[in-house]
């Protein structure tokens, strides 16, 4: 073949290549996990940001913002950092289990939990490993997953969920508290409808918010009931009943009760029709019905308040992939 038809083929497979992206990114319906949510400019150290977010993006389970807070509760971003009982890095590795997860990942013909181009990538290795061994336990499989990095997978597994270790508690609660401090919130929503967007937007303003059971109201975060007496934050339709009721003007507001959001209310929507702003309630297949209810925000992304001790954060969508949905639009 001669030169300008290579020429040609090539330039034919570039349009191809970009048409279909196109059609890919304009898509409003959840095409599998879908890009983790990316990090606020200057929040990472510059030598670092490309490594946070190719290690953020290894499985559902973690993003490039959970990374970087994890990051900083391990070892504050101090590449040498050492604990008192013989933790390692900017990852915080006891060597037997860098043994099993250490990877010279920058090339450098190294392998080292000094190293924080291996730490950050071994670190997100070893996340989605204990993720993939407690996908079958009760409860948010990152917040379990987390738990596991601090207390190790052993603990978890024999309480089931997070450890009542003041300590491990402590780090699940900081290291998602922190999530949004490193969340890039300005990247405009593809697919929205303004209604929607106005929806992600309003709900994405009270990441790191508590979570309080009874919490929350169309002004925004109130002190809850019960449990969540005296904390002040959003329980998951309380968030719903706020943001809905910011974007839409005033003009709806929800009751709060994620089982009535999401069956009362709105316009059904199909699942391949999913669109940035509606919300999703969800029923474990537990008996209980629906007892959670979430916001899409496209990407393959949620925003919702999760549970007691938790906070308002982003999750992957697949995460509840094995639940029954009932998606509604309010617009």
């Known amino acids: 073949m001669n030169k300008g038809g290579k020429l040609a083929i090539v330039a034919t497979a570039a349009f191809l290549a970009l048409l279909i992206g196109l059609v890919i990114l304009l898509s409003g319906g959840p095409q599998g996990p879908g890009p983790a949510a990316s990090l606020r400019p200057g929040t990472v150290p510059a030598a670092y940001q490309a490594w946070i977010s190719r290690a953020g993006r290894l499985c559902p389970q973690v993003s490039p913002p959970l990374i970087a807070a994890q990051v900083e509760a391990e070892s504050g971003w101090r590449p040498t950092a050492r604990s008192s009982v013989g933790a390692q890095g900017m990852a915080q590795f006891m060597p037997a289990t860098w043994t099993g997860y250490g990877r010279d990942a920058d090339g450098d013909g190294v392998t080292s939990p000094d190293d924080p181009e291996d730490a950050i990538m071994a670190m997100a290795r070893y996340d989605c490993a204990l993720a993939r061994t407690l996908a079958r336990l009760p409860g948010d499989v990152t917040s379990n997953m987390l738990a596991a990095y601090n207390a190790g997978p052993a603990a978890v597994l024999r309480h089931k969920g997070i450890p009542h270790y003041p300590e491990t508690q402590e780090y699940v609660r900081r290291v998602l508290a922190r999530v949004a401090h490193y969340t890039d919130t300005s990247i405009t929503v593809i697919g929205a409808t303004r209604f929607g967007a106005a929806v992600v937007a309003t709900a994405q303003r009270w990441l790191g918010t508590p979570y309080s059971w009874g919490g929350g109201g169309p ?80 990407r393959g992304q949620v925003i919702h308040a999760p549970r007691p001790g938790d906070v308002v954060r982003i999750a992957p969508l697949s995460a509840f992939a094995s639940a029954a949905w009932t998606i509604r639009r309010y617009a």
């Open 219 to 298: 002004g925004g975060p109130t002190p809850g009931i019960g449990g969540g007496s005296g904390i002040v934050g959003f329980d998951c339709s309380g968030l719903v009943l706020h943001a809905v009721w910011a974007a839409s003007g005033g003009r709806v507001q929800l009751p709060h009760l994620a089982a009535a959001q999401a069956t009362e209310y709105g316009t059904p929507v199909p699942r391949a029709q999913l669109l940035p702003g509606d919300v999703i309630g969800i029923d474990h297949r537990d008996g209980r019905g629906i007892s959670h209810i979430v916001i899409y925000m496209g």
